[in-house]
């Protein structure tokens, strides 16, 4: 049935009653109600604004009636009539469910938040993560930090590189905050926080500089430093700095050297042999070099002082991990009368060019500096000049 249904005090009466016993008229809605087959009296209603929108209920609703509760009903629009019965159907439209909303995109990262996802995998991966810091907020945060992905341009970054060294930074400066910028998108890329995008490095020019080593360590600077290693008040710094010079390691895999890491050799000459273990190496491989009579002096020297009093072969005077070694080495230097431009890392670029200019093969320099990669120690190929001549004069035949 239908009935009419006052909106001033919500209430239902006959279709044929045109005035409410509140006493409005003309104030009404229609609704259709049935009573459900089977279920003891329980009626279903639906409203609508016009008689014939009620009666097209009410016959859908006989409908859905019959159908059973199988049938999923979809609702009338409020406050509307419905022009066409026919779209209502008897039956779900849907067999498989009704349709899901597709997945939303996920919003394309800033610059910045790429960097925080690579600075998080570079922390468990890589040892030089601090720097990659470092270079990030003093060069990249500001000016690309706030760019979505597809915002940061090759101008952009090409401004960047060209801005340090417009700044006084030096071309290999420049060149380490480039590959940070690079390593960042393809990063992303592989995790998949930018799905087809290129990489704009790609379209950039890093700056080009000669990074081939001279040795920056002259006979009478090196005389210089051993005598004011052998006079310094604090030997225990004085052995770290001769033996960096004397083996050619970098000072972090010195000061964590261990006694358990130092072995004799078995070939019967009593040499001695040096493990450097995986966490200490930049390569983050186990490393075992054989060390020369001048650096073993420095080990046994260490072994005297020690007395079993600490695991470590360069400890500090409280036996401990010698940490801030680079306040240490400036006032060393200062003492020797050295450059202040000479870094404590030039012992071992001085190393290095002191064997390549005496003929030791590269290969073999490799092998004791613990490069892993012979490109690396290529950059002292320009001091083997004893060798270039010789192969240049094989073309004059026999002397």
């Given at each position: 049935?239908?009935?009419?249904?006052?909106?001033?005090?919500?209430?239902?009466?006959?279709?044929?009653?045109?005035?409410?016993?509140?006493?409005?008229?003309?104030?009404?809605?229609?609704?259709?109600?049935?009573?459900?087959?089977?279920?003891?009296?329980?009626?279903?209603?639906?409203?609508?604004?016009?008689?014939?929108?009620?009666?097209?209920?009410?016959?859908?609703?006989?409908?859905?009636a019959?159908?059973?509760?199988?049938?999923?009903?979809?609702?009338?629009?409020?406050?509307?009539?419905?022009?066409?019965?026919?779209?209502?159907?008897?039956?779900?439209?849907?067999?498989?469910?009704?349709?899901?909303?597709?997945?939303?995109?996920?919003?394309?990262?800033?610059?910045?938040?790429?960097?925080?996802?690579?600075?998080?995998?570079?922390?468990?991966?890589?040892?030089?993560?601090?720097?990659?810091?470092?270079?990030?907020?003093?060069?990249?945060?500001?000016?690309?930090?706030?760019?979505?992905a597809?915002?940061?341009?090759?101008?952009?970054?090409?401004?960047?590189?060209?801005?340090?060294?417009?700044?006084?930074?030096?071309?290999?400066?420049?060149?380490?905050?480039?590959?940070?910028?690079?390593?960042?998108?393809?990063?992303?890329d592989?995790?998949?926080?930018t799905?087809?995008?290129?990489?704009?490095?790609?379209?950039?020019?890093?700056p080009?500089?000669?990074?081939?080593?001279?040795?920056?360590?002259?006979?009478?600077d090196?005389?210089?430093?051993?005598?004011?290693?052998?006079?310094?008040?604090?030997?225990?710094?004085?052995?770290?700095?001769?033996?960096?010079?004397?083996?050619?390691?970098?000072?972090?895999?010195?000061?964590?050297?261990?006694?358990?890491?130092?072995?004799?050799?078995?070939?019967?000459?009593?040499?001695?042999?040096?493990?450097?273990?995986?966490?200490?190496?930049?390569?983050?491989?186990?490393?075992t070099?054989?060390?020369?009579?001048?650096?073993?002096?420095?080990?046994?020297?260490?072994?005297?002082?020690?007395?079993?009093?600490?695991?470590?072969?360069?400890?500090?005077?409280?036996?401990?991990?010698?940490?801030?070694?680079?306040?240490?080495?400036?006032?060393?230097?200062?003492?020797?009368?050295?450059?202040?431009?000479?870094?404590?890392?030039?012992?071992?670029?001085?190393?290095?060019?002191?064997?390549?200019?005496?003929?030791?093969?590269?290969?073999?320099?490799?092998e004791?500096?613990?490069?892993?990669?012979?490109?690396?120690?290529?950059?002292?190929?320009?001091?083997?000049?004893?060798?270039?001549?010789?192969?240049?004069?094989?073309?004059?035949?026999?002397s």
């Amino acid at each position: 049935m239908i009935l009419r249904h006052c909106k001033t005090c919500t209430r239902d009466r006959g279709l044929s009653n045109l005035t409410c016993s509140c006493g409005s008229a003309g104030n009404d809605t229609f609704k259709a109600v049935i009573v459900v087959p089977g279920s003891k009296g329980k009626r279903r209603s639906r409203s609508s604004l016009t008689l014939k929108g009620a009666k097209l209920a009410e016959r859908d609703l006989k409908r859905e009636a019959q159908a059973g509760p199988q049938a999923v009903p979809q609702a009338l629009p409020q406050q509307q009539s419905c022009p066409h019965p026919q779209s209502w159907p008897s039956a779900p439209p849907y067999p498989y469910g009704w349709p899901q909303q597709p997945p939303q995109q996920p919003k394309e990262p800033t610059f910045h938040q790429m960097w925080k996802h690579y600075h998080t995998y570079s922390k468990l991966r890589k040892r030089s993560w601090k720097a990659d810091r470092i270079r990030y907020t003093k060069n990249l945060r500001q000016p690309l930090g706030h760019l979505r992905a597809s915002q940061v341009r090759a101008v952009d970054i090409q401004t960047v590189v060209d801005g340090c060294i417009l700044e006084g930074l030096k071309p290999a400066t420049a060149m380490q905050v480039y590959a940070l910028v690079r390593v960042i998108f393809n990063h992303a890329d592989r995790m998949e926080l930018t799905i087809g995008l290129p990489n704009p490095c790609k379209k950039v020019q890093p700056p080009k500089f000669d990074n081939r080593m001279t040795n920056p360590l002259t006979g009478e600077d090196r005389k210089k430093l051993e005598d004011t290693c052998a006079a310094w008040k604090n030997q225990h710094a004085s052995r770290v700095v001769l033996f960096c010079m004397y083996s050619g390691r970098r000072v972090g895999e010195v000061r964590q050297l261990k006694w358990s890491d130092v072995s004799i050799d078995g070939d019967g000459g009593g040499g001695l042999s040096v493990t450097f273990r995986a966490s200490t190496t930049k390569s983050g491989k186990v490393q075992t070099v054989p060390i020369n009579d001048m650096a073993a002096g420095v080990i046994r020297d260490a072994k005297a002082a020690s007395n079993g009093k600490s695991e470590l072969v360069f400890p500090a005077s409280t036996g401990k991990y010698f940490s801030g070694f680079h306040a240490v080495w400036y006032r060393l230097r200062k003492s020797a009368k050295l450059s202040r431009h000479y870094r404590l890392h030039d012992l071992r670029h001085g190393f290095a060019s002191t064997l390549v200019s005496n003929g030791v093969s590269l290969y073999m320099v490799k092998e004791l500096l613990g490069h892993a990669d012979i490109k690396t120690t290529e950059r002292y190929a320009h001091l083997a000049t004893g060798a270039l001549r010789e192969a240049a004069g094989v073309m004059c035949g026999p002397s």
